[in-house]
């Protein structure tokens, strides 16, 4: 097998500001896997907050493909799924080439080859940042006309009031939406017990990571007094993260470029089903084909949070919709996406 590195910048339609700092645009890097004449894509984005940056990940996706090359076919490597020390986005990227390359090889889509029947589909959220709640008002009731049912809203701004004003203002502006809000870990416990009432007589449905990241027993004992169902995410990274807070938490947000993979993301469903803990599919701001395998896995979910492709300027990849709220998985073989034409100047 042949491994080759393409980076790409993808520049966001508008800054999205979340409670620890405000993003524009950010890098990805997609692996391709050659084998037979067919190929096999997967995608890998830059994160500031997991210690990835551009170079640190074309170094491990070299590292990774040099790596591949010494398996037969992509069967053999997917089976064996050698993950070393690398970074979970990087053993992401590299597990989501390898399905998209066996699927090819054996006609069948990516879904099927992760124990599905049929194709799945699901309701997205769609994300609104910290904005004004005048702005706020306007993207929601954008976003309902255009199909979605479940919004998204960030929270953490440094007056808590202003974050209840954007909540009442979309509320208003799309009242028969489903709201879910992510503070990024900016309230005290005090001020969670505070907040969480009030953001459930506005009928928000759920609050995902409240408290900072690294006290998970607090965020436990937070979920006995909330009134509201509270997800993990920040304190929900590895397999390991999430069965500390099996039970304990109401639902945990499953993102492969932190898990480390659609496998990884399987055991973890397979963990909390039954427990009383839901899950919540999430992702990075990525193109389409970083999205893509989550959304082969999106039967699994409670919570589809599979927009990082809908905040895009110019998504260069196509194949899982969204645009009108749902995303869906195709029956093509593999990831059953495409790359549109991107421009010499776009690539690295």
């Given at each position: 097998m042949?491994?080759t590195?393409r980076?790409?910048?993808?520049?966001?339609?508008?800054?999205l500001r979340?409670?620890?700092s405000?993003?524009?645009?950010?890098?990805?890097?997609?692996?391709?896997?050659?084998?037979e004449?067919?190929?096999?894509h997967g995608?890998?984005?830059?994160?500031?907050y997991y210690?990835?940056?551009t170079?640190?990940?074309?170094?491990?996706l070299?590292?990774a493909?040099?790596d591949l090359?010494?398996f037969?076919d992509p069967?053999?490597?997917?089976?064996?799924?050698?993950?070393?020390?690398?970074p979970?986005a990087?053993?992401?990227?590299?597990?989501?080439?390898?399905?998209?390359?066996?699927?090819?090889?054996?006609?069948?889509?990516?879904?099927?080859?992760?124990?599905?029947?049929?194709?799945?589909?699901?309701?997205?959220a769609?994300?609104?940042g910290?904005?004004?709640a005048?702005r706020?008002?306007a993207?929601?009731r954008?976003?309902?006309?255009?199909?979605?049912?479940?919004?998204?809203?960030k929270?953490?701004a440094?007056?808590?009031e202003?974050d209840?004003?954007?909540?009442?203002?979309?509320?208003?502006?799309?009242?028969?939406a489903?709201?879910?809000?992510?503070p990024?870990?900016a309230?005290?416990s005090?001020q969670?017990l505070?907040?969480?009432?009030?953001?459930?007589?506005?009928g928000?449905?759920?609050?995902e990571?409240?408290?900072?990241?690294?006290?998970?027993?607090?965020?436990?004992r937070?979920?006995?007094r909330?009134?509201?169902?509270?997800i993990?995410?920040?304190?929900?990274?590895t397999?390991?993260?999430?069965?500390?807070?099996?039970?304990?938490v109401?639902?945990?947000n499953?993102?492969?470029?932190k898990c480390?993979g659609?496998?990884?993301?399987?055991?973890?469903?397979?963990?909390?089903?039954?427990?009383?803990?839901?899950?919540?599919?999430?992702?990075?701001?990525?193109s389409?084909?970083?999205?893509?395998?989550?959304?082969?896995?999106?039967?699994?979910?409670?919570w589809?949070?599979?927009?990082g492709?809908?905040?895009?300027?110019?998504?260069?990849?196509?194949?899982?919709g969204?645009?009108?709220?749902v995303?869906?998985?195709?029956?093509?073989?593999?990831?059953?996406?495409?790359?549109r034409?991107?421009?010499?100047?776009?690539?690295?």
């Amino acid at each position: 097998m042949k491994a080759t590195l393409r980076t790409v910048r993808l520049a966001l339609a508008e800054p999205l500001r979340i409670s620890r700092s405000t993003m524009a645009a950010r890098d990805a890097v997609w692996l391709t896997v050659e084998h037979e004449g067919l190929t096999g894509h997967g995608e890998a984005v830059t994160s500031v907050y997991y210690g990835l940056d551009t170079a640190e990940l074309e170094r491990q996706l070299y590292e990774a493909g040099l790596d591949l090359g010494r398996f037969g076919d992509p069967e053999n490597a997917l089976r064996e799924r050698p993950a070393g020390d690398r970074p979970p986005a990087v053993t992401a990227a590299v597990e989501a080439a390898l399905l998209d390359l066996c699927g090819k090889r054996s006609g069948v889509p990516v879904h099927r080859l992760l124990g599905a029947r049929s194709a799945p589909s699901a309701r997205t959220a769609r994300t609104i940042g910290i904005v004004p709640a005048e702005r706020a008002a306007a993207q929601a009731r954008s976003l309902a006309e255009s199909g979605f049912t479940v919004i998204k809203v960030k929270a953490g701004a440094p007056d808590p009031e202003d974050d209840l004003d954007r909540i009442r203002a979309i509320a208003s502006a799309a009242p028969r939406a489903r709201l879910l809000l992510d503070p990024n870990g900016a309230w005290t416990s005090a001020q969670a017990l505070q907040l969480l009432p009030r953001y459930a007589e506005l009928g928000v449905e759920a609050v995902e990571q409240p408290l900072a990241p690294g006290d998970p027993e607090a965020l436990a004992r937070l979920a006995e007094r909330s009134p509201l169902p509270l997800i993990a995410d920040e304190d929900a990274v590895t397999y390991e993260d999430v069965r500390r807070l099996v039970g304990r938490v109401h639902g945990v947000n499953v993102k492969l470029a932190k898990c480390g993979g659609p496998y990884t993301a399987l055991r973890i469903a397979e963990l909390v089903e039954g427990s009383g803990t839901d899950l919540m599919l999430g992702c990075l701001t990525a193109s389409t084909l970083g999205l893509a395998p989550s959304v082969h896995l999106a039967d699994r979910a409670r919570w589809a949070d599979l927009d990082g492709h809908l905040l895009l300027a110019d998504d260069p990849w196509t194949g899982i919709g969204g645009t009108d709220g749902v995303v869906r998985a195709s029956d093509l073989p593999g990831l059953g996406v495409r790359e549109r034409q991107v421009s010499r100047e776009d690539a690295a």
